[in-house]
């Protein structure tokens, strides 16, 4: 096994900015229930998000369920379906999950 050390360019390990699982776990959860609060704000069905998003319904409502952790890909589709800006839902996310 190989370690690789990396050092951001803030000078910090790029572990110390990467979250801690748990709190991976909360981000995501909390990106998913936002981007489902938004398709339910603009009214659209699984079916329509998922067409517009190039993806099979059964993988929307996977990830809606928490079935299923989406990748970034993923996640970029559904924001871009939906029209909205996953990095400000990621940093909204992110402070929650801090704030515990």
Not at 4 to 30: A, F, N, T
Not at 34 to 61: C, D, I, P, T, Y
Not at 72 to 94: C, M, N, P
Request: proline share 4%; charged share 25%.
């Amino acid at each position: 096994m190989t370690i690789v050390k990396c050092k951001s360019g803030l000078g910090l390990p790029y572990s110390s900015l990467v979250p801690k699982l748990p709190e991976r776990q909360i981000i995501s959860s909390k990106v998913v229930a936002a981007l489902r609060a938004e398709r339910l704000k603009q009214n659209l069905s699984m079916n329509v998000l998922a067409q517009k998003a190039g993806l099979h319904v059964s993988m929307v409502s996977l990830i809606e369920r928490e079935l299923r952790k989406p990748t970034l890909d993923v996640f970029l589709r559904i924001s871009e379906a939906l029209g909205v800006d996953l990095w400000k839902i990621l940093k909204s996310a992110t402070a929650k999950a801090k704030r515990g």
